[in-house]
């Protein structure tokens, strides 16, 4: 049997074609990502119950969520709907969540709530590289000089913020809204 490889009495593999199967391996992987990006973000309230939905508003004690698909609790029943509109959104106090969620919510709507440390961080590296090309517009240093200082700050504050995510300090999402 030339072009067979018999791996046991019951299997056989064509090696004459051996990336067959990747063109469906493939296929399944890109399905999979895309139906991953149109799913909502569902969140874990203290009882352990999943509520899926887009933060549409947020509040200090409450988060609105509009729900997307047919429903606001994973794998419950859709709500019925007229001439095919959405629900309508759903309001929820921020308490029924725990920290970590709230801030997750608070991310994903745009808004991060990060620790004053962080801010202090950002807000104080924001400033020394403004003050930086200001001296250089003066011509109290020059401009590579103050490309490079701005260039060391910036390095400074990536390699900052790398470590309070690692220690769990902010979440990825929350460096993501940062714009940092």
């Known amino acids: 049997m030339l ?23 493939a296929s399944l992987i890109l399905a999979f990502v895309a139906f991953s990006a149109l799913a ?3 969140y874990t309230n203290h009882a352990g119950n999943a509520i899926a939905g887009w933060p549409v508003a947020l509040t200090a004690t409450h988060v609105v969520l509009q729900e997307g698909g047919s429903s606001g609790r994973l794998g419950g029943t859709p709500r019925p709907t007229t001439n095919n509109n959405p629900p309508p959104p759903t309001t929820y106090p921020l308490s029924i ?6 801030r997750r919510i608070a991310a994903d709507f745009g808004q991060p709530r990060v620790p004053v440390a962080v801010k202090r961080a950002i807000t104080g590296a924001e400033k020394a590289m403004a003050r930086s090309r200001k001296r250089a517009e003066k011509g109290l240093c020059t401009q590579e000089e ?5 260039e060391k700050s910036e390095a400074a504050l ?7 995510v690692k220690e769990g300090t902010i979440t990825p999402a929350e460096r993501k809204a940062l714009g940092r």
């Open 146 to 150: 103050s490309d490079a200082f701005c």
């Open 97 to 102: 969540f725990p920290e970590s969620e709230q």
């Open 3 to 25: 072009g067979e490889a018999t791996l046991d009495r019951r299997a056989t593999i064509d090696v004459r074609r051996p990336t067959a199967g990747l063109s469906h391996v």
């Open 158 to 164: 990536k390699n900052y913020l790398d470590k309070q």
């Open 40 to 42: 909502e973000p569902a």
